[in-house]
């Protein structure tokens, strides 16, 4: 029973491992000179390649997102001549993960090439786990309003319950958005 419960605990912590955030950026940019922003509608990838452009319970989760995160960092949102534009890219695909271990490794476990697997002490068998999970995929690009080059992107990937979940979009948002601005 310890056995079990100590594998279940090492496949929780190991599926909060799987939670990635990359940055990259153009490293020729002064982001000071940023104070404005503007967010625009992103796009939604759902099973099958399908695109959703009009998820309204997606655009406003990440815009409250972003919009939270942007003023604490000091820029105001404006509609009207934006020195950034702030668009998004999300997706999901389910995921599965097989792992094993074996239950009776017997005495000579580093030895069992020779006497077979367990040694000489009788069957030997592996246990199997089969986990099934979603995993969510959320880019946010930031745009210059005036050249409409790539300034900053964030890429997000991590297992979610729910895929509109305003959880998963604001811990993403606040991971991404601890790198900007850049430090050059």
């Known amino acids: 029973m310890k056995t079990k419960l100590f594998f279940a605990a090492l496949m929780l912590l190991s599926a909060a491992a799987m939670a990635q955030v990359h940055v990259d950026f153009d490293k020729h940019i002064d982001f000071k000179k940023y104070k404005t922003f503007k967010f625009e509608s992103g796009k939604v990838i759902r099973k099958l390649g399908v695109t959703d452009t009009d998820n309204r319970f997606m655009d406003a989760n990440v815009k409250e997102a972003v919009t939270r995160d942007l003023e604490a960092k000091g820029l105001t949102p404006s509609d009207t001549h934006p020195d950034l534009i702030i668009t998004y890219l ?5 995921k599965q993960e097989v792992q094993n271990y074996i239950s009776n490794p017997g005495f000579f ?43 900053w992107r964030s890429y997000a990937v991590a297992q979610i319950n729910n895929f509109n979940e305003a959880k998963f979009v604001e811990k993403e948002v606040s991971k991404s958005f601890k790198h900007f601005p850049p430090k050059v």
Not at 90 to 94: K, L, N, V
Not at 109 to 136: A, D, K, T
């Open 90 to 94: 999300a997706g999901a695909r389910e």
């Open 109 to 151: 476990y580093p030895y069992y090439r020779f006497y077979g697997l367990g040694g000489w002490w009788g069957p030997q068998w592996n246990n199997f786990w089969v986990s099934r999970y979603e995993e969510g995929t959320l880019i946010i690009d930031i745009l210059d309003a005036r050249t409409d080059q790539l300034v």
